[in-house]
Nanobody, 124 residues
Framework: QVQVVESGGGLVQPGDSLRLTCVVSGRTLSSLHMGWIRQALGKERESVAAITWNADKTYYADSVKGRFTISRDNVKNTVYLQMNSLKVDDTAIYYC?????????????????WGQGTQVTVDS
């Protein structure tokens, strides 16, 4: 059984940083392209960042480019999202997702694995 567990969310002030962590068990991480998506209250789900299985490519939403960095450690079966210069608009539940097809992952059509989410709140 595949489990995806996110952690690292919390309440921070604008300009602060957070690092989200996603641990995948029950499946070899290197078989998956991974990403982070977020859903804010009353808003559509948004793909935030993605990374190919071997980390040779990364993708970011325009809204987070230059502020967020996605990375992975296949040995530790872990994916990270470093979030700097956080804004109030970054407030959302952040989910770790993965798929063996990078196009499917980027399009958000479906995901092979999906975590329960971690809440990030940016508020002054």
């Amino acid at each position: 059984q595949v489990q995806v567990v996110e952690s690292g969310g919390g309440l921070v002030q604008p300009g602060d940083s957070l690092r989200l962590t996603c641990v995948v068990s029950g499946r070899t991480l290197s078989s998956l392209h991974m990403g982070w998506i977020r859903q804010a209250l009353g808003k559509e789900r948004e793909s935030v960042a993605a990374i190919t299985w071997n980390a040779d490519k990364t993708y970011y939403a325009d809204s987070v480019k230059g502020r967020f960095t996605i990375s992975r450690d296949n040995v530790k079966n872990t994916v990270y999202l470093q979030m700097n210069s956080l804004k109030v608009d970054d407030t959302a539940i952040y989910y770790c997702v993965g798929d063996d097809n990078i196009v499917t992952l980027l399009e958000g059509a479906s995901y092979d694995v999906w975590g329960q989410g971690t809440q990030v709140t940016v508020d002054s």
